[in-house]
């Protein structure tokens, strides 16, 4: 148990809906990263903030946002979603110089 | 821009044997190294890390990984494969510019460890 979790575990929708994915950090983590995996793209970075503001930014679409709340957990919000979106998205977390070592076990989303 | 390059998307061994993943790293600035291990339907396991102290880096599970600039390479290691070991192997290099620590993963390299 990395000490991250992700809720909902699953999640099934309709192509132009919206999603909310949840991850709570590891006590004392400020950092947050969210990662997207899917069969074609690989691991790829989306998103990282740290204690509340928005650090880096990667391969992130227009139609998803996210954000940090002061209790420092996190919500990756996906919309108008489309069957590419259909992937697992992880949330790691990690302390300052550290690198985001710990994962959480992901939600996996499917798109009809 | 750092990126990470694994050799081989299946690697396959017997039960006892070596077991040798391969990894190399383009980067910038000294390399922050990472291998992750991810079973089926679950999170990623960090299983070492290298932070530029020693170059050759122990992990959990008795995996070992050596550090050699010279080859810009990070290969994980086991002596003795286990039939546990089965699963998805993940190098990633730590991308520390304007103050992230994000990581670029390789593709990945799916083990088979055969009885």
């Known amino acids: 148990d990395s000490g991250v979790t992700q809720t909902p575990k699953h999640l099934i929708t309709a192509t132009g809906q919206r999603v909310t994915l949840r991850c709570s950090p590891r006590?004392?983590?400020?950092?947050v990263y969210w990662y997207q995996q899917s069969l074609d793209q690989g691991l790829q970075f989306l998103i990282q903030?740290?204690?509340?503001?928005?650090?880096a930014k990667g391969n992130i679409l227009e139609r998803f946002s996210a954000q940090q709340f002061p209790d420092l957990h996190s919500e990756l919000n996906l919309s108008s979603l489309e069957l590419g979106d259909s992937a697992l998205y992880f949330c790691?977390?990690?302390?300052?110089?550290?690198?985001?070592?710990?994962f959480g076990p992901g939600t996996r989303l499917l798109v009809l | 821009a750092q990126s990470v390059t694994q050799l081989g998307s299946h690697v396959s061994v017997s039960e006892g044997a070596l077991v040798l993943l391969r990894c190399n790293y383009s980067?910038?600035?000294?390399?922050?190294l990472f291998w992750y291990v991810q079973y089926p339907n679950q999170g990623l396991q960090l299983l070492l890390k290298?932070?530029?102290?020693?170059?050759l880096v122990k992990g959990i599970n008795g995996f070992e990984a050596e550090f050699k600039k010279s080859e810009t390479s990070f290969h994980l290691t086991k002596p003795s494969a286990h039939m546990s070991d089965a699963a998805e192997y993940f190098c990633?290099?730590?991308?520390?510019?304007?103050?992230?620590?994000?990581?670029?993963f390789g593709k990945g390299t799916k083990l088979t460890v055969n009885p």
């Open positions: 980067s910038s600035v000294p390399p922050y």
């Open positions: 290298y932070t530029s102290a020693a170059t």
């Open positions: 903030y740290y204690n509340g503001e928005e650090r």
């Open positions: 790691a977390s990690s302390a300052p110089g550290q690198g985001p070592q710990y």
């Open positions: 006590s004392g983590d400020l950092s």
């Open positions: 990633a290099v730590s991308d520390r510019t304007g103050g992230s620590e994000k990581l670029v």
